[in-house]
């Protein structure tokens, strides 16, 4: 069997066959392992650029870490809040955002619809929900447009859309946001931290996890092997990278659909799969850590949490490091991240100090470390943190996204049932993978 | 100098380098040039089974068929025109469609209504129209579904996109919409034969004028090489085939986006690049022509244009070659497409006959011969006529649709600013590339 792709989906994949007594070879482009998950030194301690977090009801997940002895730790989010929508700054304490009471009663009720909406969508068919055309032709900011009156409250979603996919809320079908809110868990599962989706850290970060599942492959793995082309016959398929190729009688594509849609395929896959593979681009997504003498914020009654609709920063979290290195953690996403991203490094560095001094007072702006990752600079990811079909895309193409072509079967994060677009679903995605080849 | 991709886009832009007096190569994944477009037997006979219409206001096009000696002659529109809308098949002489006075009116209204809208949008930067936001984060299908009461200007106006983008009103933008009809003279300039885009048919096919471009460049054509990457500094670029590569100091890539997209770069190109060619699909669209012993709808009066909101024909021309033989001209384009290319041939072929035999008569279900070209099963093109960008990213990502990449220039149609989409758009948007390069 090959797999090609070791972020989790095809590690997943992989330990599942070799755990099985099947030969495996495991064929990952990058010269690491990992694929959207990494960990890199700043200042002296490693953070996560990539995946970071393990959700409250991600059990796959958690049971990794359980298994290779990774201690988890919660989020810290004890303390004041900040929200900027707008240009105005204003604090919180509690869990409901500093709204003036008309706006708060309008981001409740929409939250509310947005739930009630989630409901209708079936977790594993989306496109049967009751309304799928008709969410599906509607984009988020079209809906919004409609729904929301309050340009704050419309701020505040769309921060969390860009959040949440990397993507503006104007790239996105309505189907396509419900679906994913119903994979994972619903709306507030997918944005908090407690309870939700944010909820662990690891000692170590994820990467070394997914270090543990390659080292069970042993020789399985090639590094620096990227795939070019696939020839495939019913009963075979021949995997071809620059210098070498594996034959076997099954391969598990496990790299986002954009990716696999670059592999030259012989035949051709079929038109549908091909016009899917064009239609799941990925979001934008940049990760900025910086690191501090003292948790300052914390002295002052912040837990470090933020909320932006502005440029470029869009949520800020406390990322102090389990053993104390005091640590924030800047999300530049969708489109301020592509603007964000084209900048200069000092200038990039320059607006994120800006920004954190605006909301943490001036020692924000003299970290003892700052590190970043542009993951729209990777061509082996093209964007983070999911891809995500176009607005259409899943009533005329979605047939295609899990239907294996001859002996040529799908993984990877976007094509998982449960929790798509997380390490999670990339998990759940490859033991799929694995299950469908084995049981074949 | 290197150029990529042989269709009408590379061959104008290597055609003038080369008259330039610059050493060019023009590489081409194919084993033929054209691009798009295609001349197959069909019974004896040739026919255009890609691009085939020079419009009105074509004026490059024109030139160039002019220039090497083809013949055009005008698109058969004289008869009775049939319509079929929710299931109901009608027939009318005039310009005016046969539907009740009060839903005339309203097709009306919203043809009035979108040309006021194109009005508004600039030919060369169409992101810069007033309403660009609004018009960018909502769906065509969802602009419908808000503007447009009666189901039949609904399915009439859905027909239209599908035959224009090949895509589904769902997958568009309200201002990608706007701006292509922009780039085509307006609405009526872009749908209608007469004095439109479908006005002129070339004797010998669009496919001969490209090989007379091509025999310009005699020995450098090199067909059957896929261009697999690119290494670039800002001085210099070296190109990449399966076995051969080029050095040069320029290369035009005059290729669709998501194949633009699928070459490797090294470095990688900007962020803002890669995201846009990850949101620049294809549209579908399956031609089928049909061959009969006599022009039997002729002698009943009909003029063969039929116009379907069903499936799987949304369009069909009368496409009698100019010494006589008889022949009509389906096309199957969007969702359509990638259900009927899904099926068996047989299957294929029977429902394209039925809906003939529905419109014009028994007759129609015995064709001399039948041919047809899915042109989503080709992936050098990866569907057709033209790739569209999706919702949001016009806003987004435009600005890196023809800005250089180092030494690297984009050409294609789907960069043209006249005619994007056609060979005319095609053919500018070489022409541009070339000046590009030459005045660097």
């Not at 896959?269 to 997504?285: H, I, K, N, S, Y």
């Amino acid at each position: 069997m090959v797999v090609i792709g070791a972020g989790f989906a095809g590690l997943s994949a992989a330990r599942e066959l070799a755990r099985a007594g099947k030969k495996v070879a495991l064929l990952e482009a990058r010269d690491r392992i990992g694929g959207r998950t990494i960990s890199e030194d700043i200042g002296g301690t490693e953070f996560c650029l990539g995946a970071q977090w393990i959700g409250a009801n991600q059990h796959r997940m958690a049971a990794l870490a359980d298994e290779y002895g990774f201690e988890r730790f919660p989020t810290w989010t004890t303390g004041t809040k900040t929200l900027e929508l707008k240009g105005n700054v204003s604090t919180y304490e509690s869990d409901i955002p500093s709204l003036p009471w008309l706006h708060l009663l309008e981001l409740q009720l929409t939250m509310w619809r947005i739930d009630r909406h989630v409901d209708l969508v079936p977790v594993d068919h989306p496109i049967k929900s009751p309304y799928s055309d008709e969410w599906e032709e509607i984009t988020v900011a079209a809906w919004e447009r409609r729904n929301i009156r309050s340009r704050r409250v419309r701020g505040l979603i769309d921060s969390m859309v860009r959040i949440v996919f990397g993507m503006e809320p104007s790239e996105l079908s309505l189907l396509r946001f419900l679906a994913y809110m119903r994979s994972g868990g619903g709306l507030n599962s997918v944005v908090e931290a407690e309870n939700g989706a944010q909820q662990w850290r690891v000692v170590g970060g994820t990467q070394a996890i997914a270090q543990k599942m390659a080292d069970e492959l042993g020789k399985s793995l090639f590094l620096s092997t990227p795939v070019r082309s696939i020839e495939y016959t019913d009963k075979r398929v021949r995997v071809f990278s620059d210098e070498l190729s594996w034959t076997a009688k099954k391969c598990i594509v496990a790299i986002p659909p954009h990716l696999a849609g670059k592999i030259d395929y012989s035949p051709p896959v079929p038109a549908l799969r091909d016009q899917l593979t064009q239609r799941f681009p990925m979001g934008q997504t940049a990760k900025v850590v910086t690191t501090y003498e003292r948790p300052f914020w914390r002295h002052k009654g912040f837990s470090g949490e933020v909320v932006c609709d502005g440029a470029p920063i869009t949520i800020v979290y406390d990322n102090t490091t389990k053993d104390g290195v005091p640590a924030l953690l800047s999300f530049v996403v969708g489109d301020n991240a592509r603007r964000w991203g084209a900048m200069p490094a000092e200038a990039r560095r320059m607006q994120i100090l800006e920004s954190l001094g605006r909301w943490f007072g001036p020692e924000a702006k003299k970290p003892v470390a700052y590190g970043e990752k542009d993951w729209g600079n990777d061509p082996w990811a093209g964007g983070c943190p999911t891809a995500s079909p176009t607005p259409g895309t899943m009533t005329v193409a979605w047939e295609a996204l899990r239907k294996p072509v001859g002996p040529i079967h799908w993984a990877g994060t976007e094509t998982a049932v449960e929790w798509t677009g997380y390490m999670e679903g990339a998990v759940q995605s490859g033991e799929r993978a694995a299950r469908e080849v084995l049981s074949s």
